[in-house]
């Protein structure tokens, strides 16, 4: 199953993918940490055309002041490689490196407020 926003498949997969680390808020009374509860996963593109970015920027575009998306993702804690559809998610504004030739290099895209 392809990495998707809101039932549309990216064009472009990413090249890499990883649940983000979330930081410790505290600790409790017996020294255990304390985590927000959403985590968030960021979607690396090593070379990503404009037109693929465009769709990336698309998304964010349509929902980055008020809205939440449904991300299909690797799903968190899983035993197998499989997809999820998580719901109410933010989309970070894309991150764009350099040019490379025709295409952008080192794209990221980071999905936020994702309960697992």
Do not use: H
Not at 67 to 73: N, R
Not at 86 to 96: F, N
């Amino acid at each position: 199953m392809p990495y998707s926003i809101n039932g549309t498949d990216l064009t472009m997969q990413p090249t890499e993918g990883r649940w983000v680390d979330r930081d410790a808020l505290g600790r409790d009374g017996n020294g255990r940490n304390i985590y927000p509860a959403p985590r968030e996963f960021e979607m690396k593109f090593n070379l990503i055309s404009t037109s693929d970015l465009q769709q990336l920027q698309t998304f964010f575009s349509a929902v980055g002041a008020t809205g939440t998306v449904v991300v299909s993702l690797p799903q968190y804690g899983a035993s197998a490689y499989q997809f999820y559809s998580y719901s109410g998610c933010i989309l970070s504004e894309p991150t764009v490196n350099a040019y490379f030739e025709e295409y952008l290099n080192d794209v990221k895209i980071t999905v936020s407020k994702i309960t697992t």
